[in-house]
């Protein structure tokens, strides 16, 4: 029998962005957009005995990646997928127009559709999901799926950005209705939901072509 993961919320921010605390067996925990409140957060971890060991990012955009360089400091590596990566070197390049401060990040890491990586006691597959941002990936550990802002219980990420692509989102929407019923979704904004009441219920999942 194995454990349950170590899963906590910390979503203190005016975004309403959800910060996700996961971790296996031990006392380490990986971090998933960590945009707000740096101390709020590792305040959280220390409360619940875990220590970070990497932040995960679905995406660059500020209320999710805004803090996370100053979150993980000088020895949490920052992973990204490479499209959104570009935001740290470039931002004009990666959004034109578009205001997105973040702090910078020490140990910045980037990551592939496909990859496993093993954090915290966990085995995390990277799903590269484009569409709301060019490198937009959402998390699958076990039957939990980290969904950044591709869906949200009832609805979905906006893909109206100049650097967001309708076309990549129907691809990326159409993969998340491959995954079984029983996979709980962690959004990047609101309450939890599972792929089968979203697939059940969700609007916007109904027509995509
Ligand atoms: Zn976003
Ligand atoms: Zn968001």
């Not at 993961?5 to 975004?15: A, K, V």
């Not at 220390?46 to 995406?59: E, F, K, N």
């Not at 484009?130 to 980290?146: D, K, M, N, W």
């Amino acid at each position: 029998m194995t454990a349950p993961m170590y899963l906590e919320l910390f979503d203190r921010n005016p975004f309403g962005t959800n910060c996700w605390l996961l971790g296996g067996d031990g006392d380490e925990a990986v971090v998933i957009d960590p945009g707000f409140d740096t101390d709020g957060i590792h305040e959280r971890l220390r409360r619940s005995g875990r220590r970070p060991v990497a932040v995960l990012l679905t995406h660059a955009h500020l209320d999710h990646a805004g803090e996370a360089g100053m979150f993980a400091g000088d020895d949490v590596p920052v992973l990204i997928h490479g499209d959104d990566a570009v935001a740290y070197d470039d931002l004009e390049r990666w959004n034109p127009g578009f205001e997105n401060p973040l702090e910078p990040v020490k140990d910045l890491r980037t990551i592939e559709d496909g990859e496993r990586v093993r954090l915290a006691g966990l085995s995390i597959e990277v799903h590269h999901t484009p569409g709301h941002t060019p490198g937009h990936c959402s998390f699958e550990v076990g039957t939990t799926l980290a969904a950044g802002d591709l869906v949200f219980a009832g609805s979905i990420g906006r893909s109206d950005f100049p650097n967001s692509s309708p076309e990549a989102m129907r691809r990326s929407l159409r993969w998340f209705l491959t995954l079984d019923d029983g996979v709980e979704v962690l959004p990047g904004h609101g309450p939890r939901t599972t792929v089968g009441r979203e697939r059940a219920s969700n609007p916007f999942l109904a027509d995509l072509g």
